[in-house]
């Protein structure tokens, strides 16, 4: 996707007021991306319902494109439809694969290709993600037998990936990540044997549910299901995908629910995923009034209503094997801690140093700028509430969970708050700020 030449003007948003209402989120990012992947190498067509219609996606789908797969026009409330070309139908792309963005894009999409045997592709994307680090999946990758150059010894962007025969292996990962995990198990279905990855704590694991809905042989074992291998050998079928809510987009209204004064918040059809609801077992251990409604199991996956209101918190404790289950929703986590009694601390999150930006940094620099009270350390933060906020001149540096985190503490602050780029919400959630009009109405 282009770069913008010019930003958008700055939002203002009002402090005080509350929140009420019902509101649906967009489908969950993770399943989106996998759901165009994975039907894409399938054999037949793929039905996907509720995909979201976000800029990473369409990035997904437009590499996908440029390498002879049909995807439908990706539009808000419309079904999309892949017709798969088989695990080894790709195209060699006239052009570079343009991954925007997107880094889930670009891990997954390197798993993907390393075992296309004689083809030669390169990945690219913008500012932001041609300084996002790739050796932590290239490097796995190469164990197996995939070529894959770049700058700074592979790691970073534009990479080039020429396809070769991958073998089956045993890998152990030094991070839990969902990302690499998942790189590797699609690499692994083009490898000569099994492969099997082994992490420090168990990531999110919609890939291992979806790669088994389509048909691949796969077991999950280790304690606390940290150990995943796939067998090579299985077509994959085209099937009929229903993507749930993002939990981490849900994220942002639970805590604007639990924080705002009067809030009373229905969030529909989200993502229960074990593996994803670490923001409901933190929130509940700051005491915040939640209920999950209507559970379901839709599609494999665990599907709920969640009703948030306000109350008192308490400080939370956050680290060890949870941090992988929110590392997204950690943003908006730290403005919940600036309503908190007592002092919340984050640790073991090193990683969100390299996410869209540096989350620890920017979080800490922009809640400071309204008042928040926030030490910053090399893998976490500690903030004191209770704080008041006050609003301020802030700016989602180009980070779109940073935006809606920052919204969030706006709505709470005293007086109006100014948020520069934040047209950065629409890399995960386009309608984020006409939602928020209405519940604010």
Sequence with gaps: MAESPASPAPLSLAGGGSLNGSVRVPGDKSISHRALLFGAIAEGTTRIDGLLPAEDPLSTAACLRAMGVT??????????????????????PFDVLDCGNSGTTMRLMLGLLAGRVGRHFVLSGDSSLRG?????????????GAVIHGR???????????????????????VASAQVKSAILLAGLTADGPTTVIEPAQSRDHSERMLRAFGAELEVSGPGSTQVTLTP?????????????????????LVAGAITPGARLTVENVGLNPSRTGIL???????????????????????????????????????????????????????????????????????LRVKETDRLAVMARQ??????????????????????????????ETDHRVAMSLAVAAGIASGSTTLHRPEAAAVSYPDFWNDLQRLRA
Aim: a negative charge; hydrophobic letters at 45%.
């Design 152 to 174: 700074k010894n592979g790691n970073f962007a534009p990479l080039a990936v020429l396809g070769a025969r991958l073998r089956g292996t045993t890998i152990h990962t030094p």
């Design 281 to 351: 077992e933190v929130l509940g251990q700051m005491g915040a009034r939640i209920e999950v409604l209507n559970a379901r199991d839709v599609a494999g996956e665990p599907v709920g209503d969640l009703r948030v209101s306000h109350g008192p918190l308490q400080a939370f404790e956050i680290g060890g094997d949870l941090i992988p289950r929110l590392v997204d929703e950690i943003p908006v986590l730290a403005v919940a801690a600036c309503c908190a009694e007592g002092v919340s601390r984050i640790r073991d999150a090193a990683e």
């Design 233 to 253: 050998g299985r077509s994959l079928r085209g099937q009929e995908v229903v993507v749930p809510g993002d939990i981490s987009s849900a994220a942002f209204w």
């Design 367 to 396: 809640l400071g700028a309204m008042g928040a009270r926030i030490e910053e350390f090399d893998d976490g933060m500690a903030v004191s509430g209770v704080t008041a906020l006050r609003g301020a001149s802030v700016d989602s």
């Design 71 to 92: 995807v439908s026009a990706i539009r808000a409330g419309e079904p999309v439809t892949v017709q798969g070309v088989g695990l080894d139908g790709f195209q060699e």
């Design 132 to 144: 996002r680090p790739m050796r932590r999946v290239g490097g796995p990758l190469a164990e197996m």
